[in-house]
């Protein structure tokens, strides 16, 4: 079974703080994503990676970059957290090799910023 | 340019009677087509995904969904509703895009309350 873990369930953050959000995936996946979530707009894509160190803007990048070092990591940060980031995470891997790129998302990380 | 409109925000039946989920999309190449159950605090999880292959599709729990293309329809029925169904559920379209990499649009979910 594919496994997506994320460093955190719940985290209380500060205004203007810099905040790290972890995510490891077991299953040798090429793409990894990050998707914040929010009622009523459904998921929105943040950034995606195909590849180690390669890294794509996806639907709303502004106030936070990523990070990809190895293959099965992919971190989200956010520079200065504001209280319009506040909201649940969920980072999602999944394998070309697989037609349609059915994604495996993580339990989720829900972020509030204080 | 992809979209998927998800018909109900909302949707609430009694346990032991059928759940209709509805879900259009618009894609300008052959997609694929997925449902997504989440619930309360978890991650997605996949219930069942179309690829070209059969129009009607099984999934996990006694879900299918049909795809149909005339109607640009993936609708989500279950003959008869379970408590533990109650969570939201997410229609997915993965295109190829203009640059011809994938691009996955989510609905904005339907929320499913069961009854007793």
């Known amino acids: 079974d594919v496994k997506v873990t994320q460093s955190s369930r719940y985290l209380v953050k500060r205004t203007g703080e810099k905040v790290f959000l972890e995510c490891v995936q077991d299953?040798?996946?090429?793409?990894m994503f990050w998707y914040r979530q929010d009622p009523g707009l459904g998921l929105r894509l943040i950034y995606f990676?195909?590849?180690?160190?390669?890294?794509e803007k996806g639907d709303i990048p502004e106030g936070y970059s990523v990070s990809r070092e190895k293959k099965e990591r992919f971190s989200l940060i956010l520079e200065s957290a504001s209280t319009n980031q506040t909201s649940m995470y969920l980072c999602?891997?999944?394998?070309?090799?697989?037609?349609?790129?059915?994604?495996?998302f993580g339990p989720g990380t829900r972020l509030t910023v204080t | 340019a992809q979209s998927v409109t998800q018909l109900d925000s909302h949707v609430s039946v009694s346990e032991g009677t059928p759940v209709l989920l509805r879900c259009n999309y618009s894609?300008?190449?052959?997609?694929?087509l997925f449902w997504y159950v989440q619930h309360p605090n978890k991650g997605l999880q996949l219930l069942l995904k179309?690829?070209?292959?059969?129009?009607l599709v099984k999934g996990i729990n006694g879900f299918e969904a049909e795809f149909k293309k005339s109607e640009t329809s993936f609708h989500l029925t279950k003959p008869s509703a379970h408590m533990s169904d109650a969570a939201e559920y997410f229609c997915v379209v993965s295109d190829r895009g203009k640059t011809g990499g994938f691009k996955t649009i989510f609905g904005a979910g339907t929320r499913l309350f069961v009854k007793a």
């Open positions: 999602a891997s999944s394998s070309r090799r697989d037609r349609g790129y059915e994604q495996y």
């Open positions: 894609s300008s190449y052959s997609p694929s």
């Open positions: 179309y690829t070209s292959a059969a129009t």
């Open positions: 299953m040798d996946h090429e793409n």
């Open positions: 990676s195909y590849d180690v160190k390669m890294k």
